[in-house]
């Protein structure tokens, strides 16, 4: 059997997942729910993965559980997305080489294609196998920042950019380091909410040596994903320097109220994030049950205002 050390902790938990809606009812005692997701399976092209370290933030008995339904397979993910012409969205096709390039200060550049959770809302699950390798396209992201000045900001994405090795992560903030009209590190990332032990030591050493302004945006949608262990690593970030936003989506039926929202931005910011931005979903066809419309978020923002203070009130974009 393999010996992990602490600094590998985060790949055991990552490697330790159900890859079966199946195996996540059985788990959770929901086997009454089984049959609801019987002929899902083969009709979806996104496949099921869940890290049973976030499985166990779950409630037992609980069908209706806001973690479990973002990413249990839905009988209307595989309706839509039979009865639909498939579309690929947006943002796809400003992909060039790995990069996006839509905002004059700012570039963001697709690490990679893989997570270590898959979100059933997920907009880039239908083009996320066809990023391609980074290293391919490393010269032409450095000629392209190199030769605009303008640019002032990277932002690394993916699929997830945590996913990455410490070692690989720490030869890609060198190369960019030496971009000298490059400032700032924006680093955009769901893993540590999902495995906490992903903030390892070397890490942190690597954040808090770099030159760069180091800016983590977490993805939460619910207040029951952060627990202790979520703290403790945000808290890691924090010594490091490094300046912790979140980004949500709101989801129908998981947080789509204010209340809910409330408690959210609260656990933030006892873990030390302040809540940035709340997106409106980025809908393609299997992923529409998700829905919730603008006039519905701008009534839940309108009532959270009430609840919050100014700084825990994140800001609703839509595209
Ligand atoms: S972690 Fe982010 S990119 Fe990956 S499936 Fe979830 S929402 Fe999509």
Known sequence: MKH????????????NTINNPHDLLTLLKLDNNIKLINNI?????????VPKIFVERMKLNDPNDPLLMQVLLNIKESRNFNKLTKKI????????????????????????????IHCRYCFRRDYLKDISNIKDNMDYI????????????????????????DKNIKV?????????????LRIH?????????????????????????IILVTHT???????????????????????LLNQSVLLRNI?????????????????????????????????????????????????LSNKVSGYLLPKLMYD
Not at 221 to 240: C, F, G, R, T
Not at 262 to 279: D, F, M, V
């Open 4 to 15: 992990f050390n602490s600094k590998e902790l985060w790949l055991k938990q990552l490697s």
């Open 221 to 243: 949608n619910h207040a029951n994903e952060i627990n202790s262990s979520v703290i403790d690593s945000m808290n890691k970030l924090s010594k490091a320097n490094v300046i």
């Open 142 to 165: 450095i000629n392209y920042i190199l030769q605009n000045k303008e640019i002032n900001e990277i932002i690394l994405s993916g699929g997830d950019p945590l996913m990455m090795r």
């Open 172 to 184: 890609l903030i060198s190369m960019l380091e030496k971009i000298s009209h490059i400032l700032i």
């Open 89 to 116: 969205s947006l943002e796809s096709n400003l992909v060039k080489f790995n990069l996006i390039h839509k905002y004059n200060n700012r570039v963001l550049i697709l690490l990679n294609n893989s997570c270590a």
């Open 255 to 303: 947080n789509n109220n204010a209340n809910t929202l409330a408690n959210l931005s609260i656990k933030l910011i006892q873990a030390g994030i302040i809540p940035y931005y709340i997106h409106l979903l980025d809908k393609i066809n299997s992923n529409i049950h998700f829905l919730v419309t603008k006039t519905q978020a701008n009534k839940i923002m309108k009532d």
């Open 189 to 213: 990332t769901r893993l540590p909410i999902i495995i906490p032990s992903r903030i390892t030591d070397d890490l942190c050493n690597i954040l808090i040596n770099s030159r760069f302004k």
């Open 41 to 49: 399976k083969t009709k979806v092209s996104f496949s099921f993965r």
